[in-house]
């Protein structure tokens, strides 16, 4: 099992290796209960149109707050959560409390909210998800239209063939695609050109090199363009200032998000950004 073969990684070399496998396996154990132990809450940070106070979508960020360790951060337990294959029901338990929320938002601001959700590699290649979706979808009775899941493109490298297969079947049921993380990996927009994505989000680190270097800013521009002309959508992440928004802004992009304009909040008080800002 995914488990065994993860105690069989650990082979005590010195100290610091044994502590930091222990703790490993301590917050193995402890992941393993957090859906259980009422640990996880979903955030959700606004993707707002570029140049307006109108909100997009909003993209559902996973929290823990584990009795034993306090809030871990995903980057730290979502990679073990793949590792240990517990992402699937963990997974599933994110796109179940996003329609919860979806549904309730939908009564409550009469208004269809778009959600962002991300998925794991180890999740959309287990043999049931596209089953599993296709029954929650059923179940639930949302508009599938309203969901964009977000894949990044180091989803697709094992298995090229096979990653675009479930995307077709993700199309066919009617949710959007975005692709997360540009400019971390490797590929060129080119290269993904085959694939069903509506949406491409530049990744944080991109946006932070912009100032220091104006290569960067010629290459984004180039980017923003091509993306255009494959009739994809851009979103900016992690925008921390005015002067990054402005940047962006006239480079092109579509769409703004980031701590400058909201950061990831709990359920309430995104309601209360809902009450305050116009929806689109
Ligand atoms: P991501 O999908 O690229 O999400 C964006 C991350 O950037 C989030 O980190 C968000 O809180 C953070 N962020 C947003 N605006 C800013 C900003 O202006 N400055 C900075 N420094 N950061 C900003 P978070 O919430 O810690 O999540 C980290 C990663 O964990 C996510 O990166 C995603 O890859 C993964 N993750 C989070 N929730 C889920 C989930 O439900 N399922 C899966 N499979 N992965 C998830
Ligand atoms: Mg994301
Ligand atoms: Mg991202
Ligand atoms: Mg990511």
């Known amino acids: 099992s995914a488990k065994s073969e993860g105690r069989n990684r650990i082979h005590i070399f010195n100290d610091q290796i044994k502590h930091h496998n222990v703790n490993q396996i301590k917050l193995e154990e402890q992941l393993r209960h957090a859906i259980e132990y009422d640990e996880l809450s979903l955030h959700f940070q606004?993707?707002?149109?570029?140049?307006?106070?109108?909100?997009?979508?909003?993209?559902?960020?996973?929290?823990?707050?584990?009795?034993?360790?306090?809030?871990?951060?995903?980057?730290d337990f979502i990679p073990l959560a793949e590792e240990t294959g517990l992402i699937v029901s963990i997974g599933e338990w994110v796109i179940y409390e996003a329609i919860r929320v979806m549904k309730k938002w939908k009564r409550q601001f009469d208004l269809p909210i778009k959600l962002f959700i991300n998925l794991s590699s180890r999740q959309i290649n287990h043999p049931n998800f596209t089953r599993e979706l296709r029954r929650i979808?059923?179940?639930?009775?949302?508009d599938p239209r309203q969901i964009s899941f977000e894949i990044t493109e180091s989803m697709m490298i094992d298995n090229f063939d096979q990653g675009k297969k479930i995307l077709g079947q993700l199309i066919d049921m009617g949710v959007k695609l975005s692709l997360d993380d540009f400019g971390t990996g490797y590929s060129s927009l080119s290269s993904l050109r085959h694939l069903p994505f509506q949406i491409l989000k530049i990744?944080?680190?991109?946006?932070?090199?912009?100032?220091?270097?104006?290569?960067?800013?010629?290459?984004?521009k180039a980017i923003i363009e091509m993306a255009h002309s494959?009739?994809?959508?851009?979103?900016?992440?992690?925008?921390?200032?005015q002067e990054q928004y402005d940047l962006v802004a006239s480079l092109g992009v579509d769409f703004?998000?980031?701590?400058?304009?909201?950061?990831?909040?709990?359920?309430n008080k995104i309601e209360e950004v809902f009450r305050q800002r116009t929806l689109s």
């Open 46 to 75: 606004p993707i707002y149109f570029v140049n307006s106070e109108d909100i997009y979508a909003v993209e559902v960020l996973l929290r823990w707050n584990s009795r034993e360790f306090g809030q871990v951060s995903p980057r």
């Open 230 to 241: 494959l009739d994809l959508l851009v979103v900016a992440e992690g925008i921390e200032s």
């Open 137 to 142: 979808f059923d179940i639930t009775e949302i």
């Open 203 to 220: 990744d944080k680190s991109f946006i932070d090199d912009l100032s220091a270097v104006d290569a960067n800013v010629a290459i984004l």
């Open 256 to 267: 703004i998000q980031g701590y400058y304009t909201t950061p990831p909040l709990p359920e």
